[in-house]
Structures are given as structure tokens and as C-alpha cells.
């Protein structure tokens, strides 16, 4: 592989979170450095940092960064980081990770009086959550890689790829680990409306690590299965359910309703992060609803009439039974799930 991408970790300086601007991509690399809560929430609520890990990840690190920005008066420090918590944690309600993410950094100083020791510690948690990311798409790699054989073609939908972890991904993992074991691998990226994630992000980050890459849109999907040209489908996950529901970006369930038709493998790529034994099934997720500019006027350009009503969820809910198996980080679970 090229160079790793760093879709989100600590700047330089380590005084911001630096992410890969993501609503630029292929056609411009531009970075950013986030140093406020305005700019940590906005990033996170308009893209600029996506996939569940990778928000993750951004929450930890921009938490301890905008903490130092709080109060010094003792008597009102921890109120203003809670509402600061609060705030990163709320900027996305479906994907998981985001609040495990604040959660776990804040369960570390819920105890701690000093001011100085809390912002050391918040430092000291985001960074072990940026490692285990890393180690954790490692892992995912070495346990998906067994499920690809050599001269597998592979549909993917959305981007969970490096772009969307701290780490070489979800999805991808498992196909950059066998690309790099020597396997010959082939990807359909599906082009994932109506942001485009697919041809955007996951198209680009292929083709720079050498994968041989095709995109397409979504509605074709069904007739490269039925032509035989697709040997397994993997996808990745923003919530996984107890009972294994998952909860991934929207169009993830057409193309699991598919490859169920077609006899054709769909797993799903996650980090046990994701899985969340609070949640009993999909019908307990909150999906998120976004702008209906991305659907009306995609990448300001009008492509609907301003009378029509515009419906876009930005995630949907495929049921356990269409997933053929689960892979994380701890290795690969099959139904019935019993995550440990």
C-alpha cells in the first residue's frame, strides 16, 4: 500500500484534532484542523469526518482538546464539560461509536477534582482510543481476509474503509489484508446516494492502495449479482443490535435483500464498539434524518423541484437474518449471536 491514510488523529502540535476534509474528496486532499466545540460539532454533523470509528475517534480527541478551552474557575469546570460532552456526543444520534467514545473518555475523569489531572487524562483515554482503533481494523483485517479467496469480486456499499476509522478500516480491512497477502481481489464500490460515498471515498481510496475498483451506481447492484459477477458483498456498521440488526448506510438493506436472492454472502464488518447489548433489536434504533438538500440539491446543483417533499434517512436497518456473519475485531460471529 501507498502511504496510510490518517482520516482523524492528533495535529502536530497536539492542540486539535486534524481531519481529511472528507467533503472534498477525489477532487481536492485538504486538511483541517479542529481546535473548538463549534468546529468538532460542525465537522461531525456535516461529514467533513465520517464512519462511525472515525467519529469515534474525533469525539475522544476533540473532547480533550476543547476542554482546555473551558473555564478555569473550579466551582464551574465540570458542568462546562459535561455540556461540551454533551453537546459532541449528540451531534450524530445513530452511530454508536460516537457516544461510547465520549462516555468512556468522561467515565475516566468522573472522579477527578483537578483540573490539570482531568485534561491529562481525557489527553491520555483519546489517544488509547485512537491505538485500539488502529489495532482494531488491523484485527478486523486478519479475520475477514480468511472469508475472501483469491480472485474474489467483492460489493461494498457506502465507504468504511480508512476514511471512516483511525485505523485502515472496516469493510476494506479485510480486503487490503488479502490484497496484500497476494490475493487477487476485485471491488464493486456501489456509488451510495446521495452523498456518494462509495464512488466519492471508497473508489478513492482503493484505487490509491492499488485495488482494482469499478464503480456503479446503486440501482445496478441487482443485475451485476444476477449476471454472476459479484462473489460476496461486505459492509460495514454504524449500530449492530443485540440480536444482530444492523444499522448501516442507507441502500445497505436493498443490497442485503439482494445477495440474499442471489445466494451470495453479505458480512458485515465492525468493531465490537458498535455492537450495542443495549439496543434488543433494529426496531430500537434512532435513524437519523438529514438535509433534504442532499437529496434536492446534491453538491448545489438542483436535481428535484422545490414543491416536491423530500424523505432522507441517512441510515437503514437490515435484519440478522440477511447478515451471513459478522466480523470484529475479536473474530467472526455467525447466528444465533452471542456477542462476548
Known sequence: MTTPIEAV??????????????????????ER?????????????TLSVRGAPAIGVC?????????????????????ELRRMATAIRDARPTAVNLAWAVDRVMARVESL??????????????????????????AIGEHGSALISDGARIL???????LATGGMGTALAPIY??????????????????????????????????????????????????????????????????NGDVANKIGTYGVAVLARHHGIPLYVAAPTSTIDPATATGADIVIEQRSPDEVAVPFGHRIAPVEAAIHNPAFDVTPAELVSAIITDTGVFRAPYRFG
Not at 481525557?122 to 485512537?130: D, G, K, Q, Y
Not at 461494498?156 to 480508512?162: K, P
Open 113 to 138: 477534582a483537578d483540573r490539570a489531572t482531568i485534561l491529562a487524562v481525557l489527553r491520555e483515554e483519546a489517544t488509547r482510543i485512537l491505538d485500539e482503533d488502529r489495532a482494531m481494523c488491523r
Open 156 to 162: 461494498t456499499h457506502c465507504n468504511a474503509g480508512a
Open 177 to 242: 489484508v488479502a490484497h496484500a497477502k497476494g490475493h487477487r481481489v476485485a471491488v464493486f464500490a456501489d456509488e451510495t446516494r446521495p452523498l456518494l460515498q462509495g464512488s466519492r471515498l471508497t473508489a478513492w481510496e482503493l484505487a490509491r492502495a492499488g485495488v482494482p475498483v469499478t464503480v456503479i451506481s446503486d440501482n445496478m447492484a441487482a443485475s451485476v449479482m444476477r449476471s454472476g459477477m459479484i462473489d460476496l458483498c461486505i459492509v460495514g456498521a454504524d449500530r449492530i443490535a443485540a
Open 33 to 45: 484542523d479542529l481546535r473548538t466545540l463549534d468546529e468538532v460539532v460542525e465537522a461531525i454533523q
Open 9 to 30: 488523529r492528533w495535529s502536530p502540535a497536539a492542540d486539535a484534532v486534524r481531519i481529511i476534509d472528507q467533503r472534498r474528496l477525489p477532487e481536492h486532499y485538504e
Open 59 to 79: 469525539g475522544a480527541i476533540g473532547l480533550a482538546v476543547v476542554a482546555a478551552t473551558a473555564t478555569s474557575d473550579p466551582g464551574a469546570f465540570p458542568q
